[in-house]
């Protein structure tokens, strides 16, 4: 399973049948997606979480983090992402 707080592990991921995001658990019934784009790099977020009232799965598209933008060196802007982290905050012992 991807590892999604990883740029590199996202980047490698294809496109499931359906449109069906890649899922990673963050706790139970709570869930974090990535569905890559077919077209260009990227991609898109989702969250999944489960209500055992209704027995059912609740999914929602996360809006996009902005770019920031920045000036090289000639005082041209570029953007970048936003977090070049790979901080898991499932993972313990990293810092």
């Known amino acids: 399973m991807p590892d999604l707080s990883r740029i590199g592990d ?3 991921l294809k496109p499931k049948a359906g449109d069906e995001p890649h899922w990673q658990r963050l ?6 997606g990535y569905r890559p ?3 260009m790099a990227g991609g898109t977020w989702f969250a999944r979480v489960y209500d ?5 799965n ?3 598209r996360l809006e996009a983090a902005p770019a920031l933008v920045t000036r090289n060196k000639d005082g041209e802007k570029r953007t970048k992402e936003r977090s070049k982290s790979t901080v898991n905050p ?4 990293r810092g």
């Open 90 to 93: 499932l993972k313990k012992g």
């Open 27 to 32: 706790r139970q019934g709570c869930y974090l």
């Open 10 to 12: 996202r980047e490698k």
């Open 37 to 39: 784009s077919k077209k």
């Open 52 to 56: 055992p009232e209704t027995n059912r």
């Open 58 to 60: 609740s999914r929602k």
